[in-house]
């Protein structure tokens, strides 16, 4: 069946930085569009990046130019490189392969 593995949440300072890593199986993977979700306490699952099969991608408008969504086929994982932190990026971060498989999500913090 489908995995995906979040890895690399935690506590920075604002103005920091995370990588975060989604390791999947189960799936063709370089054949499948990968995305990033993030919930905030009370707030809904919302598309912060995504990135096709042929490496097209797309980002929310609130992490454009602070945010890079990548892939390595070799090593069926996809990365969220999360730069210039802000407070209101706190939220927990899950993986999705956009065919109804998600992982357990990892969380990520914002304080000072």
């Known amino acids: 069946q489908v995995r995906l593995v979040e890895s690399g949440g935690g506590l920075v300072q604002p103005g920091g930085s995370l990588r975060l890593s989604c390791a999947a199986s189960?799936?063709?993977?370089?054949?499948?569009?990968m995305g990033w979700y993030r919930q905030a306490p009370g707030k809904e699952r919302d598309l912060v990046a995504s990135i096709s099969a042929n490496y097209n991608t797309n980002y929310a408008d609130s992490v454009k130019g602070r945010f890079t969504i990548s892939r390595d086929n070799a090593k069926n994982t996809v990365y969220l490189q999360m730069n210039s932190l802000k407070y209101e990026d706190t939220a927990v971060y899950y993986c999705?392969?956009?065919?109804?498989?998600w992982g357990q999500g990892t969380q990520v913090t914002v304080s000072s």
């Open positions: 189960g799936i063709i993977f370089r054949f499948t569009s």
């Open positions: 999705t392969n956009f065919g109804g498989s």
